[in-house]
Structures are given as structure tokens and as C-alpha cells.
């Protein structure tokens, strides 16, 4: 709940200010003594010809505050809010234990469709952190639009198709390896791929030879088509293995490749309105209007390209979606291109092009890292998850020795699994999306940093509380001693609570996952706090104990809940 929110729009109905202006105005003042919030009187005294202490009088006795958390008082030319902490405890602590893990989950996006692209990697091209990169980002904002209530589908935009499919059918027809193919078809492929690039400089019969074969696939030529389908089939295992790790999911795979035969309808269209031109054989649409260099849609031999089958992709997925949004999760790089096809779009007179967004992200950096790049000069996600989850493997190893714990072989490598994997997506989705990201394997595995592991951690040793109190038989509180929490450190930690779902709705309206990772590390700081000062379960005051167990409770749904809208999973011990 937006308490000075709340606030802002109780004083509008009740002084004809603005809401906005009213909240840009409230303060939080220095003193807990002094309330919550304070709404300084100074700005009426001149239409209410009256002295702001005054004013400050007459308001507070007047408010109606009623079904709110808050009571008012003034002081001088201040109105203090005060969050009645009892209330407040009763009815956010209660909400999360009725709702569990419904808890955060709304109807805002009721009836609303939505679609998410992302991942979208290159076929028979190794699976990078850039694609890791727009893979978990868009899998969070799946997850969080679903919570809610909108009706999501999960796109994956392969590239699939292309002049480089051209190069790949002649290098594997002049030098591939089926054995090699089979045993590892990334890499056999990249193989080829680099092998014609070099081939190419001195030989230009290939490129020659390139093109021929990508028209002949562009026209359905039977053995051309064989190929490039065993090249996609064979390159979607590998992606599909990686996707079950990171437990992402697609509803289709529609490539650019699906879009080819659509492509004269969007050729058609454009001439009927007058935006197709010539220009150096190729056919364009100029943009100079919007301050854009022109959209190639066609290539002078007449194949396609990038640009047009994203136009396709676009139309298509509005006839058979009727999206109210449509948002594509790809590198910043790409913002000129996008731009640009949302542009044709809009001179084409398709005015679902307002809704088209491309939701852009950074670069990926390594600070204290090497890997053995494998493939080209880029660092793989399998590797970086193996190395992630190897280092956390050990990380538990050592502490489990320290304290004495004998923990089977099977257990730790779940957690470590568990753990490293969410390391590393946690790095991905833990700020704004548009700044770089730097992994340091100091900071990520960091048990008591901004990290994956500090919030599971949180949560396996709250849940082992709550498991040992239902050993020894104590029940959690049914709601009525609730309101008994009411000390700082409580008082802290649910306000925390009472925020989580405003960070989701929050997060889905900017398309920034991480505005819940700050909720849920500020709740699991919030519960520490609490928990290192407060006794729990040697609490002597029985519904005190109950009460704080409850609370205990609501904070694994909220870290829990938050984890799985990033995409990570918690364990239930470590
Ligand atoms: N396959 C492209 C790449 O790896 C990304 C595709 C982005 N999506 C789109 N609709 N253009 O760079």
C-alpha cells in the first residue's frame, strides 16, 4: 500500500489541491514521534486567508480516515499521519498467510493480452550471455504480467532464417562432419560458419553459391529445406536443454523463418499506400520524417530481410493475438531497428504500432572471471552456470564443515544447482535493465551481499524455524495476535510487506524485474534485522510467539513469491 499515496488523495478531496501536487509535498519527518508522514499547511494559507497552523487545526479535525491504517494529529502548521501499527500488522501479515501464493496477485491486467519476446537466439550460433540476457529478463516479465491476471504469450522470435543459412548449407554440403554434427551441433556448425567466412575472401564462388542456396530455400526447394530443418531441430535441443536448466518456457517458437511466406502481404500493403520505393535495386520505405534512416524491406535479388520479417511478425501477431501490448526483449543495440519497423508500421497505417515496445537491456561484463572461450570470442551461458554452480558447491562444502553438518552428496548438489543457477540469474535482473552488467563472482556469491543466495539463505533458515515449531507444536496465530506486532524492528519489516505488491505492479509498468528484487532484499534485510534481534521461538509470551512465527510465515510467501516471479527457486534447507 502507497500510504502517501492514500494520504495525498485524502487531502485532495478534502483541500481541492491536486493529488500529485499534494504528495510531491508531504515529508517524512525526522522523528517517529511526529508521524509517518507530515503534510506542511503553508501552501493553502493563501486561498484559505487563514494561518497554516490554523488550517493544519481544521483539516485534521475534519478528515475521514475511515478504512485506512492511518490516524491524524497536528502540530503547529504540520498535519501528521501516523500508521497505526496494530492495524496495520492485522491486515498485511493477515493477507499474506490467507492468500499465500496468490499472495502479490492482482486483476489489473484482467482481459488484457500481452506478449512477451524473448530469448529469440540464432540458430546453429552458440547460446551467449547476451541471449541469456533478454532469455531471463523476458521470462521474469512473463511471470510478473501473469501474476497479474494478464493473459500472457511467450514468443520466442528464432533467428532461424537468413543469408547466413545460404553460407551454412554450402560449408556443410563442401565440408561437414555428420559425426561431428551429432555429437555437438553448435559447435560443429560454428565450425563450418568461420570456415566459410575465411574460404569466402578467396573464393568468392561461395558467396555466390551462398545466395543461390538461400533463394532455393526461400522458394522451398525440397533438399535445401531438409537441410536447414535439421540444422534448426538439431540447434533447438541444445537451446531447449539450457531453457529447462533456467526453467524458461515458451508458448511457440514462431522463427523469422515462419514469417517468409508473409512477406508479399507486407510487400502488397506497403505499395498500395505509396511507401515501397527504389533505391540502388532494393526496395524501401523512407523515413526521413521520423528522423530515421529508410527501412530496407527488400534486397535487390528479391529476398527478404531482418527488417521485413519482423513487419510480418508484427502484423501477424496481431491478428492472432490482438495484443494490448507487444514487447520485444532485445539488446539496446537494436533500438535504431526497432524503431524503425514500429515506424513503417505507423505509416502503414497499423495504429497497434503504439503498442509495440522495445524493452532494451545493457551489455554483459566480466570483472574477475576468465573462461576458456570455447566458441568464438563470446562466454557461453552453460559455462558460466557451470562455473557458477561449481564455486557455490563448494562455498556449501566449506560451510557445512564448519559447522559440523554431514549433508549427503545429492542434497548439496540440488542446492548448489539451485543456488549457482539463481546466482546468476538474480546478477541479470538485480538492476535497471538498460545499465551494463558486471558479474564478479565475489559479489554474486556473496551470503550476506544484494544476492540469490543471501535471499534463499533467508528463506531455508526461516523455514527450518518454522518447521521446528511445528515439531514442538506450537501453531502459527489465526490472525488474532496479530496486531500484538508492533516493535520497530516488526513494524519495519511490514511496511516492507506491505509494498511487495506495488513493486510487482510497478516492475510490469516499466518492464523492470528488478524493482521486486529491491522489494524482496529489502524485506529479507528487514526480517534479519528482526530475527537477530527478537526471540522467536523462545519468545515468552505465547501470542507474541505465535504472532511472530506468522510473521515468519508471510516472509517466506513474500521472498518466495518474489523469487519465482525472477525465475529462481528457493530450497526449503540448507
Ligand atoms: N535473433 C536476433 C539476435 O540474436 C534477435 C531477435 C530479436 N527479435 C526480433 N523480433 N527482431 O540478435
Same mark, same amino acid.
Given at each position: ?173 563442401l565440408w561437414g562432419d555428420e559425426e561431428a554434427l551429432n555429437e555437438d551441433p553448435i559447435k560443429e556448425l560454428l565450425r563450418i560458419y568461420v570456415k566459410f567466412h575465411q574460404e569466402e575472401k578467396e573464393n568468392p564462388e561461395l558467396t555466390t553459391s551462398a545466395r543461390e542456396n538461400f533463394r532455393k530455400l526461400e522458394e522451398g526447394s525440397p533438399d535445401e529445406v531438409a537441410l536447414w530443418q535439421k540444422f ?163 562455498? @556449501?562444502?566449506?560451510? !557445512? ?5 554431514? &549433508?549427503?552428496?545429492?542434497? #548439496?548438489?540440488? $542446492? /548448489? ?86 513493486? @510487482?505492479?510497478?516492475? !510490469? ?5 528488478? &524493482?521486486?528484487?529491491?522489494? #524482496?532484499?529489502? $524485506? /529479507? ?50
Amino acid at each position: 500500500m502507497d500510504y502517501k499515496q492514500q494520504i495525498a488523495d485524502i487531502l485532495a478531496a478534502n483541500t481541492g489541491l491536486e493529488s500529485e501536487k499534494i504528495y510531491s509535498l508531504i515529508e517524512i519527518p525526522p522523528q517517529l514521534e511526529m508521524g509517518d508522514y507530515a503534510f506542511p499547511c503553508f501552501i493553502l494559507a493563501k486561498t484559505l486567508h487563514k494561518a497554516p497552523p490554523m488550517i493544519a487545526a481544521e483539516i485534521s479535525s475534519s478528515l475521514d480516515l475511515g478504512g485506512t491504517v492511518l490516524t491524524v494529529k497536528n502540530a503547529g502548521p504540520y498535519i501528521n499521519f501516523y500508521i497505526d501499527r496494530s492495524a496495520l500488522a492485522s491486515g498485511v501479515v493477515g493477507e499474506i498467510i490467507r492468500s499465500g501464493s496468490g499472495f502479490g496477485s492482482s486483476s489489473e491486467g484482467c482481459g488484457k493480452t500481452v506478449i512477451v519476446e524473448y530469448s529469440s537466439p540464432n540458430i546453429a550460433k552458440p547460446f551467449h550471455v547476451g541471449h541469456a540476457f533478454t532469455t531471463i529478463l523476458g521470462n521474469s516479465l512473463a511471470r510478473i504480467y501473469k501474476k497479474l491476471g494478464y493473459n500472457v504469450i511467450r514468443m520466442n522470435h528464432l533467428g532461424d532464417y537468413g543469408t547466413q543459412f545460404g553460407k551454412l548449407i554450402t560449408a556443410y554440403r563442401l565440408w561437414g562432419d555428420e559425426e561431428a554434427l551429432n555429437e555437438d551441433p553448435i559447435k560443429e556448425l560454428l565450425r563450418i560458419y568461420v570456415k566459410f567466412h575465411q574460404e569466402e575472401k578467396e573464393n568468392p564462388e561461395l558467396t555466390t553459391s551462398a545466395r543461390e542456396n538461400f533463394r532455393k530455400l526461400e522458394e522451398g526447394s525440397p533438399d535445401e529445406v531438409a537441410l536447414w530443418q535439421k540444422f534448426r531441430d538439431m540447434s533447438l535441443v541444445v537451446f531447449k536443454k539450457l531453457y529447462d536448466r533456467i526453467g524458461v518456457d515458451f508458448d511457440n517458437y514462431n522463427g523469422e523463418s515462419f514469417y517468409s511466406d508473409k512477406i508479399p502481404e507486407i510487400v502488397d500493403i506497403l505499395n498500395e499506400k505509396g511507401l515501397l520505393v527504389e533505391s540502388e535495386g532494393a526496395k524501401v520505405v523512407m523515413l526521413e520524417d521520423e528522423g530515421l534512416p529508410p527501412c530496407i524491406i527488400l534486397k535487390s535479388d528479391n529476398t527478404t530481410i531482418y527488417a521485413s520479417r519482423d513487419l510480418a511478425s508484427a502484423l501477424y501477431r496481431y491478428r492472432t493475438y490482438h495484443f494490448d501490448k507487444n514487447i520485444y526483449v532485445v539488446g539496446n543495440t537494436q533500438a535504431l531497428h526497432f524503431k524503425q519497423v514500429f515506424a513503417v508500421l505507423k505509416k502503414a497505417g497499423f495504429d497497434f504500432a503504439d503498442n509495440c515496445e522495445h524493452v532494451a537491456f545493457g551489455l554483459v561484463k566480466f570483472k574477475d572471471m576468465k573462461f576458456s572461450t570455447r566458441e568464438g570470442n563470446v562466454v557461453l551461458l552453460e559455462d558460466l552456470l557451470n562455473e557458477s554452480v561449481n564455486k557455490t558447491r563448494e562455498i @556449501i562444502e566449506n560451510n !557445512a564443515k564448519e559447522r559440523g553438518q554431514d &549433508m549427503p552428496e545429492e542434497e #548439496i548438489n540440488d $542446492i /548448489a544447482e539451485k543456488l549457482g543457477v539463481g546466482a546468476v540469474i538474480y546478477t541479470f535482473v538485480k538492476s535497471g535493465r538498460e545499465r551494463d552488467i558486471v558479474f564478479s563472482w565475489d559479489e554474486m556469491l556473496d551470503f550476506n551481499g544484494d544476492t540469490a543466495p543471501y535471499l534463499i539463505y533467508t528463506y531455508a533458515r526461516t523455514r527450518s524455524i518454522l518447521r521446528k515449531a511445528e515439531s514442538m507444536g506450537i501453531n502459527k496465530d489465526d490472525g488474532d495476535c496479530l496486531e500484538l506486532l508492533t516493535g520497530d524492528d516488526e513494524y519495519a519489516l511490514i511496511r516492507a510487506l506491505s509494498e511487495f505488491g506495488n513493486s @510487482i505492479s510497478k516492475a !510490469a509498468s516499466s518492464n523492470e524485474p528488478f &524493482m521486486i528484487a529491491r522489494q #524482496i532484499a529489502e $524485506i /529479507a534485510r528487514a526480517h534479519n534485522r528482526f530475527y537477530n534481534n527478537s526471540s522467536i521461538l523462545n519468545c515468552d509470551n505465547d501470542d507474541l510467539r505465535k504472532a511472530r512465527l506468522a510473521l515468519c510465515e508471510a516472509v517466506c510467501t513474500a521472498i518466495r513469491e518474489g523469487l519465482d516471479l525472477l525465475g529462481i527457486n528457493t530450497v526449503e534447507r540448507m
